[in-house]
């Protein structure tokens, strides 16, 4: 399977001597569950999109330090996109930016809270669907976001709720998929993030909150498999 990757930021400078950027992150993370997946990097964020919505079997939306209601040419131009991937079917995913990229697009509403989400969160399933194997409730992914999604698009239906985020999973029809976690992230990289940008920002405790969940668990290569087999639009048991 060659998935899209739309690519609307770099990773965090720091990271980038081990985890290089999102292509690699994405490519190990879906090769633990299956090493016939490969990523075709588009480099959203500097204005290079695909040509057709059936370019690549699938695509995936990565995150960005950027509000997706910014008034920025790129980002019109992926939600012009996202509304031609949900006319065509395509199957995508999107993660945190992603996420709200798909929501904002089809008329949902997003807007930056007050509260912080950053650590180690648990998802709660409101609805465990077909592409979502049995495994553990709730499922503990790292956030790192101010923005969220208040109001869902018209057609999308809630997935999962985070303590944080009531709208942290929400699908629309059987081939858009957004994810407010970084299923992404290890423990490793989220401490360095952390540590690196929200030390002198972010209010107290915020960051001390966020650091003690470093150990809690982990299920994100869970995660990676069910946004895989929504993809691959595998249903049942």
């Known amino acids: 399977m060659q998935i899209g990757l739309l690519r609307c930021d770099e990773i965090f400078e720091d990271l980038r001597p081990r985890y290089e950027g999102y292509h690699r992150l994405f490519t ?3 090769g633990a569950v299956r090493p016939d997946v490969s990523f075709v ?3 959203v964020v500097d204005g290079t ?6 370019e690549q079997d699938a695509w995936l939306i990565t995150g960005s330090v950027r509000g997706v209601y910014e008034d920025e040419p790129w980002i019109h131009d992926l939600l012009d996109l996202v509304r031609d991937l949900d006319a065509a079917r395509a199957p995508t995913v999107g993660v945190c930016f992603g996420h709200q990229a798909i929501a904002q697009a089809l008329g949902g509403r997003v807007e930056r809270v007050e509260t ?3 650590g180690n969160r648990p998802i709660n399933l409101d609805a465990r669907e077909g592409w979502m194997e049995s495994g553990p409730d709730p499922v503990g992914v790292f956030y790192c976001h101010r923005d969220q999604v ?3 698009p018209g057609e999308a239906r809630l997935i999962a709720s985070s ?3 009531p709208a942290a999973v929400l699908a629309v029809g059987d081939h858009l998929l957004g994810v407010q976690a970084h299923p992404e992230f290890d423990a490793h990289y989220a401490d360095i993030l952390y540590r690196g940008r929200y030390t002198s920002s972010s209010p107290p405790g915020v960051l001390d ?3 003690a969940t470093l150990d809690a668990p982990l299920h994100r290569v869970e995660v990676a498999s069910w946004m895989l087999r929504f993809l691959r639009g ?3 048991t």
Not at 49 to 54: I, Q
């Open 28 to 30: 190990d993370l879906f």
């Open 41 to 43: 990097d588009y480099p």
């Open 49 to 54: 999109l695909p040509r057709s919505a059936d």
């Open 116 to 118: 912080w989400g950053l």
């Open 150 to 152: 208040l109001d869902l």
């Open 163 to 165: 303590d944080h985020c």
């Open 209 to 211: 909150d966020a650091l």
């Open 234 to 236: 595998e249903y049942g």
